[in-house]
């Protein structure tokens, strides 16, 4: 049993719960994590909660600018979305945050690292196959998934140990947050027949009515500018959560299936992450060779999966990085997205290695296409389908 551990702590209710529970229960010494990795607000007071719940260490790590660098940018360069919608709002930071426990737990001499995630999530697989892949030798402890507590059992735990907490049992509804978005559970949401209540939503509250539109410019995928102000790619982020929400667009209500098994109605909000996915696929359509394009296209639904699915850390997600990064060479440009309330649509691209070529595409005097070389194209491409209609289908009556 390990007599050190470091735990991810979001200052949540489970993770402060875990804290005090472990020392009890395991009699381990316990060293506490927060990552701000851009979530709103919920870092404050989480020393003070980590070290009154009786945590020997507390250590706070500002990861937004490596979470938009690292993990975001080959999200967008991959456009890849989880079951073709989800943008793994939860599952970008889970690889991350393990990373730096790892190397707290090298530099405190710890022999184990923890986390607050329950039997039935995702999450505890995305903690503990990435630490497996960073640190086969650290023992793994999740505490959550081992006592027994209900949620409500969790909160009474929290007020007989004076843990301050903002669940109630009154709003039972999770929620888990980053600069990338938000995905919000529980409570009245576990019925898939019932609408989401407008309370939870923060970041696309529908405040604009004025059309506009925004200006997104990528060198080689990745995001660099809005409306020609350049930006790093995590201020990028929040400043299009606030322009792309503003318009009600960016919400998800979908039934999910989970790593584990089971199917999950879960609702997330990404108003300026979905943008800038759907500005950077649009881009690549003028980027990006026909059969390279499919390729990728085919192998983005592998590559969200095994995001999903806790492999941040494997050879196949590293080799697939090396293809999409290849990919990206040529995927310099604007694109511009038009909103309006509830909707955000592309309305215009150009890129310097653009490969429409105006010449071949019209129909007017300017058209460069060689229209005769077509009969005998269509000739040769329909000869393997003409010779089966004639000798084995409908034609060979």
Not at 222 to 237: F, T, W
Not at 262 to 286: C, F, N, Q, V
Not at 360 to 369: C, E, N, P
Request: charged share 25%; with cysteine.
């Amino acid at each position: 049993m390990a007599k050190k551990v470091v735990l991810a702590y979001s200052g949540g209710l489970d993770t402060s719960v875990a804290v005090r529970w472990m020392i009890e229960n395991l009699g381990c010494e316990v060293i506490c994590v927060s990552a701000n990795v851009g979530q709103e607000g919920t870092l404050e007071g989480n020393r003070e909660k980590a070290l009154g719940a009786g945590a020997s260490e507390y250590i706070e790590l500002d990861l937004r600018e490596e979470f938009a660098r690292d993990y975001l940018a080959p999200i967008i360069k991959a456009n890849a979305l989880y079951e073709g919608k989800y943008p793994l709002v939860s599952a970008l930071s889970r690889p991350l945050i393990v990373k730096h426990q790892v190397e707290v737990a090298r530099r405190f001499g710890a022999d184990g690292i923890a986390h607050g995630c329950t039997g039935k999530g995702n999450d505890q697989v995305r903690f503990e196959v990435s630490s497996m892949a960073l640190a086969p030798d650290l023992e793994l402890v999740a505490p959550v998934r081992n006592w027994g507590f209900t949620r409500e059992d969790s909160i009474a735990y929290a007020a007989q140990h004076n843990i301050p907490i903002r669940a109630t049992k009154e709003k039972m509804y999770s929620i888990d947050d980053n600069l990338w978005g938000r995905a919000i559970e529980c409570g009245e949401m576990e019925d898939p027949w019932a609408e989401p209540p407008e309370g939870v939503w923060e970041l696309t509250k529908p405040t604009a009515t004025e059309r506009r539109e925004v200006t997104i410019a990528f060198e080689q995928g990745v995001p660099v500018a809005v409306d020609g102000v350049s930006m790093p790619l995590h201020e990028i982020v929040v400043h299009l959560n606030g322009v792309v929400g503003a318009y009600g667009w960016g919400r998800l209500d979908m039934v999910e299936n989970r790593r584990v098994g089971i199917k999950s109605r879960e609702t997330y909000e990404a108003p300026g992450g979905l943008a800038l996915m759907l500005a950077h696929a649009d881009l690549e359509s003028i980027t990006i060779e026909r059969d390279l394009g499919r390729e990728k296209m085919r192998l983005e639904h592998r590559y969200a999966e095994l995001v999903y699915d806790g492999l941040w850390f494997s050879p196949l997600k590293q080799a697939l990085d090396a293809f999409i990064e290849s990919s990206q060479q040529f995927v310099t440009g604007e694109v511009r997205l038009a909103l309006a309330p509830g909707q955000c649509f592309v309305v215009g691209r150009k890129a310097p290695k653009s490969l429409y070529d105006y010449g071949l595409a019209t129909y007017d005097a300017a058209d460069r296409f060689r229209h005769a070389d077509s009969e005998g194209f269509v000739q040769l491409w329909g000869l393997s389908v003409k010779t089966w209609s004639s000798i084995q289908g409908t034609g060979s009556a």
